[in-house]
């Protein structure tokens, strides 16, 4: 199983970044994929995440009216659109794929269900 993450950068704050989340080597109606984020000093934190057997997803409340995961299931590929970026985004972000089907998983805590990471991209807002 692989997730290739991409897509992080330096933006503005009220900027806007897109990551990416190329999937492959799993059967995909069997797990969430999911973004978590972890700043300095911080605990990991489950961000959003999309399940593709039932559609459902998940936003933490941090993030919940900013953010947006997504699909392109021909591609295996999940996005995150994230709007309105706060210097409190700033965080490596990482994509998941944890085993389950409602979108909720990603919020357990200790990131238990996750059997898979991507590697982290970096992402920092400037005030």
């Known amino acids: 199983v692989q997730l290739q993450a991409s897509g992080g950068g330096l933006v503005q704050a009220g900027g806007s970044l897109r990551l990416s989340c190329a999937a492959s080597?799993?059967?995909?109606?069997?797990?969430?994929i999911g973004w978590y984020r972890q700043a300095p000093g911080k605990e990991r934190e489950g961000v959003s995440g999309f399940s593709r057997e039932n559609g459902n997803t998940y936003y933490a409340a941090s993030v919940k009216g900013r953010f947006t995961i997504s699909s392109d299931n021909a591609k295996n590929t999940v996005y995150l659109q994230m709007n309105n970026l706060k210097p409190e985004d700033t965080a490596v972000y990482y994509c998941a794929a944890a085993r389950g089907r409602s979108a909720r998983i990603i919020s357990a805590p200790g990131a238990s269900p996750v059997e898979t990471w991507g590697h982290g991209t970096l992402v920092t807002v400037s005030s």
């Open positions: 080597g799993l059967i995909f109606d069997d797990y969430v």
